[in-house]
């Protein structure tokens, strides 16, 4: 298999990595790298002693059969259906597309032209969610109530997509992998002070039926260094999940119970596991190459990608009228359900980068 990285930035070029490491390891044949910065691409390829093109176009014709785009949100539609219709499988990154339209057309030309078509939601690969998401669906932590999430770090906010957009996507989708079903109800709001028309921080409320999801995402908090954790809170067992830790999760033996008609809190401690560790983009790669060979099913098929930007869409709504909206119920491309697990692939033991 020839495959392609389109877009060597920051993110990008931890693709190319990835891509040249699995190709050292035999597990696909040439890495073509593609970039519209010229002195970029030839840096990287002379780097890492692969070819470089500056126009995607070229790639099919170059016998590239699997592609990541790494490329910014607002090109991703046209790269993708023009790769996908040439016979190119795709590996986007997240989010799939800037509108709803956009992203569900990607995912119907990959079926039309019976396509692999992934989506870049890393964290469904990170280790303790994975973890905690087979506790979760054991009834370990008893019937879920409430999650909390903080994305924080103090920087410029982007020129292209804002907060929700570019982090808020991660814990939408956490929220619904964890879970296993969308929210009935958003409410979001929005600030855009520093840069105007781009949200430096969100607030987004979702409601489910039983449990509610409360997600906090900023580039203007200077107090944490950079943050990243979540909070899942079930009737019987509390998880937190620092995801700068890597494979860590920690859990709460706390709960409220009732007896003879008072209620009292019952806290036995607090326990900390290790999950196997894996490199987060790694599994995803290797996992869309398998889809791509047919060996396996994806943990984020182009649907949960386009799901997750109706969601997006949904809060933007809600922040827009300052209400709290109902969710479309959209019935696209197959069941409804979020959890699509994969068979297993083999650990390598590294450990994952912080995608944001």
């Known amino acids: 298999m020839n495959y392609a990285v389109i877009g060597t930035g920051y993110w990008g070029s931890n693709h190319v990595r990835v891509a040249t490491e699995l190709a050292e390891d035999g597990r696909i044949d040439d890495v073509i790298l593609c970039d519209v910065d010229e002195d970029r691409l030839d840096d990287l390829a002379s780097s890492y002693g692969v070819r470089g093109v500056t126009d995607y176009e070229r790639l099919p014709e170059l016998g590239v059969e699997a592609a990541t785009i790494s490329t910014p949100s607002p090109t991703h539609h046209r790269i993708a259906t023009d790769l996908l219709t040439a016979g190119v499988d795709v590996l986007v990154e997240k989010p799939l597309a800037l509108d709803s339209d956009d992203a569900w057309d990607i ?62 996507v991660h814990d939408v989708d956490v929220s619904n992998y964890l879970l296993g079903e969308r929210p009935e109800r958003v409410y979001c709001s929005l600030d855009d002070v520093v840069r105007e028309g781009i949200d430096e921080t969100a607030t987004v409320v979702m409601e489910y039926d039983g449990a509610t999801s409360v997600i906090n995402e900023s580039w203007q908090v200077p ?16 998880a937190y999940v620092d995801y700068l830790e890597d494979n860590v999760i920690e859990l709460y033996d706390s709960r409220v119970v009732e007896r003879n008609g008072s209620m009292s809190v019952r806290d036995e401690g607090k326990q900390v596991h290790e999950a196997p560790n894996r490199e987060p983009l790694r599994a995803e790669i290797e996992e869309f190459i398998a889809a791509s060979r047919g060996e396996t099913t994806l943990r984020s098929p182009g649907r949960v990608g386009a799901r997750a930007v109706e969601l997006l869409e949904d809060a933007k709504r ?39």
């Open 107 to 168: 995912v119907d030309v990959a079926n039309e032209h019976d396509r692999t078509l992934a989506v870049g939601h890393i964290f469904r690969h990170h280790p303790a969610l994975v973890d905690l998401k087979r506790r979760i669906d054991r009834g370990e932590l008893g019937r879920i109530k409430y999650l909390s999430t903080a994305r924080f770090s103090f920087r410029a906010p982007r020129e292209t997509t804002g907060a929700l957009y570019s982090l808020a």
């Open 223 to 238: 107090v944490f260094g950079k943050r990243r954790d979540l909070v899942v809170v079930g009737s019987e067992k509390a």
């Open 318 to 356: 809600s922040a827009e009228t300052r209400n709290t909206v109902a969710v479309a119920r959209s019935d696209r491309s197959g069941p409804s359900v979020e959890t699509d697990e994969p068979r297993r692939l083999e650990s390598d033991g590294s450990g994952p980068d912080d995608p944001q």
